[in-house]
Every structure is written in C-alpha cells, then in structure tokens.
C-alpha cells in the first residue's frame, strides 16, 4: 500500500500533473471574448440613474431654480453641502442662494439632496472622473455646479426623470413650480388649475 502511494506521487511529479491541470484552465479561457475593456479609450456606458457629480440646473428660459430653501443642507448626512440664501429686492418674498457650495471629498453621493430639492434645482450628472493634484479643487462653487448642470444638463434631466422627480411634460410643470404670490404685485400668472 505504502509502495502504490509512493509510485503514484512520484508518477504525479515526473508528468507534471499540477502544471496541466492549470494548462487546461488556461486553454479553457484563451478562446473567450474577454470581458474587461480598456478605460481611458473605452468609456462605460452608464445608467441614468448613476448617482455622480452633483450639478445646479436653470429653468429653460436661463433663471435660477434654486430658491435658497436650504432643504438640501439640512437633508445632507455628511454635512457636505452649505447654502447662503439672500432675498430678492425687486421681487419680494422671493429668494434666491447668493452662494451655494459642496464639498465632494465629503460626499457620499446618497441623493438625499436632490430628493429634498422642492424645485428640482439639483441633479445627479453621470460625470465621475474627479482625479486631481489638489484637493481644494473638489470644494465646487455655484459658478462651478452652474458650469456642470449646463454642460451635463441632459443627464442631469434623465437622472430626475428616472427618480421620479420630474416628469417629462408641460402639465407636470405648472403644478410643480408654483410659489406663492406676493402681496403688493404678483410675479408669475397664476396655474391653470387655480383660475
């Protein structure tokens, strides 16, 4: 019994058994398409709801969605986000965020943020190549959000569709973005459905 294990182990060492089993493995995979591309000339195709830069949008006629309601700074879990709000002096009761800043080293891309927006001021874009020498670079200010909400404004706009947020007609709009009126002299015509 002794000499029968023996023999086979010194049998399994002459005909490089383990050397052929790995052969076989490797044969097996040489004639598969391979499955990882090459990333700096192949980019990945990304869903809608990929959850990237963040990024301030406008209305279509070039105004400011953003209303300075801070919802997205109290909503933030890592405390990245901080809103000053400043009131309009030509429209009163109307107020706007005179500075707006987010700090992506802290953020967590949860989407809480956007999910508090009442106006549908921020978005997710699919943009996520954030590499840089200095990290003060990844402080982003409202120039800058305003800069990636134009240049990835299509993403930006899929990302609230496919969330819910926003829904892609005329009728959705006019009851979404109704503010209340002021006191002294309307600033926009009343919706449809309160006339």
């Known amino acids: 019994m002794k000499v029968a294990s023996v023999t086979k182990k010194i049998l399994h060492a002459i005909l490089f058994d383990e050397i052929w089993d790995a052969m076989k493995v490797t044969f097996k995979h040489m004639f598969h398409r391979p499955i990882t591309f090459q990333y700096p000339r192949e980019q990945r195709q990304i869903p809608d709801t990929h959850r990237g830069a963040l990024a301030l949008l406008r209305y279509d006629d070039g105004k400011e969605r953003c209303v300075g309601c801070d919802l997205c700074e109290a909503a933030c879990p890592s405390r990245c986000i901080k809103v000053v709000s400043a009131e309009d002096k030509s429209l009163p009761l109307q107020r706007y965020a005179s500075e707006f800043y987010i700090d992506i080293t802290k953020c967590v891309f ?79 015509p009343p919706p449809k459905h309160l006339t």
């Open 110 to 188: 949860c989407g809480y943020c956007v999910e508090a927006c009442p106006v549908n001021a921020l978005a997710m874009t699919k943009l996520y190549e954030f590499s840089t020498h200095d990290k003060r670079t990844l402080l982003f200010d409202k120039k800058r959000l305003y800069e990636i909400g134009e240049k990835f404004l299509e993403d930006g706009k899929k990302y609230l569709y496919a969330h819910g947020q926003e829904k892609n007609s005329d009728s959705s709009r006019e009851y979404r973005y109704y503010f209340p009126q002021s006191v002294a002299k309307g600033t926009q």
